[in-house]
């Protein structure tokens, strides 16, 4: 044990993503939604133990999902934390439905994950994996009705997804992390 690491800047990273996430429940889950960002978090740090990307991981969705600003970010952690986060927020146009926009969203986070810097591709795969496992779990139980509970109803929307993702992901192909995805999502979309 390293009793002289210093965990101040994730530790209010931590208690900043718990208070964002205050009260809201992981989509059909029944459990609090800060259990996603801090499973993020834990993948993250089987890859790296630098604090500021284990930061980006735990705030990963406080600007999607919370109305965090970047700026908000910056202010508070600093540029290197806000530009990794901004990189793993997918935006909305005004007037634009979630379902409406699910493949444009996608695709532009597909693409930016293919020329994203490794440190970036590190906190998404937190995210994408978390995610991952959550669909393998599910897929278990639910069979293909699973694809139901999403605003992207078609099974094979998601299979592009993600073997896209495993494809811009595939720099990443020396960690663990990265081989857990590439697995799940071949045992899901078989």
């Not at 965990?7 to 208070?19: C, E, G, M, Q």
Request: proline share 2%; charged share 35%.
């Amino acid at each position: 044990m390293n009793a002289n690491l210093d965990t101040s800047l994730l530790d209010r990273a931590i208690v900043f993503a718990v208070r964002a996430h205050s009260g809201t429940e992981r989509r059909g889950k029944g459990f609090p939604y800060i259990v996603h960002p801090m499973e993020a978090m834990e993948i993250v740090a089987s890859i790296t133990p630098d604090q500021e990307l284990l930061a980006a991981a735990a705030l990963h969705d406080v600007v999607e999902d919370c109305g965090i600003t970047i700026d908000t970010l910056r202010d508070e952690f600093g540029d290197r934390i806000a530009s990794l986060v901004a990189s793993e927020s997918d935006s909305l146009n005004a007037g634009e439905s979630e379902g409406e926009s699910w493949k444009r969203r996608k695709q532009e986070g597909i693409d930016r994950l293919a020329r994203a810097s490794r440190d970036e591709k590190i906190v998404a795969i937190g995210d994408k994996l978390s995610n991952m496992r959550a669909i393998a779990r599910d897929y278990e139980k639910l069979g293909d009705a699973l694809w139901n509970l999403f605003h992207e109803k078609r099974r094979s929307e998601h299979e592009w997804r993600y073997r896209s993702l495993a494809e811009a992901f595939r720099s990443l192909d020396d960690t663990d992390a990265f081989r857990e995805f590439e697995y799940l999502v071949n045992k899901v979309f078989k």
